[in-house]
């Protein structure tokens, strides 16, 4: 069985930066391609970044673009994902997720597959 446990979250001014990590158990993670989303209140779920096992493929939303980086330790069974330059938008509950049947690829980002395994999440405020 697949867990995932999220942490890096937590208050951030505007402009600041935050790095999430993801931490998986009871799997090989580089068998397994991990996709990063968010949830803000009253707002629907949203893909943010997703990275292949192997490193090759990384896919992030537009609106994250250049400001944050998905990377992964497979030997540590981690994923990250460095935010810098926030605002007050980014601010939500970020979570991880993963399913081996589907691949990192824009789709994934844009929320067209259903994952099978999720985190608890993470809250990220960018707030003054």
């Not at 993670?29 to 949830?39: A, K, P, V």
């Not at 707002?43 to 992964?72: L, Q, W």
């Not at 540590?76 to 997720?97: F, H, I, Q």
Request: positive net charge; contains cysteine.
């Amino acid at each position: 069985q697949v867990q995932l446990v999220e942490s890096g979250g937590g208050l951030v001014q505007p402009g600041g930066s935050l790095r999430l990590s993801c931490v998986a158990s009871g799997v090989i993670l580089e068998d397994y391609d991990i996709g990063w989303f968010r949830q803000a209140p009253g707002k629907e779920r949203e893909g943010v970044a997703c990275i292949s096992g192997n490193h090759a493929v990384r896919e992030y939303a537009d609106s994250v673009k250049s400001r944050f980086t998905i990377s992964r330790d497979n030997a540590k069974n981690t994923v990250y994902l460095r935010m810098n330059s926030l605002k007050p938008e980014d601010g939500a509950v970020y979570y991880c997720a993963t399913d081996k049947r589907i691949k990192c690829t824009r789709g994934v980002v844009y929320g067209y597959y259903r994952l099978e395994f999720w985190g608890e999440g993470t809250l990220v405020t960018v707030s003054t």
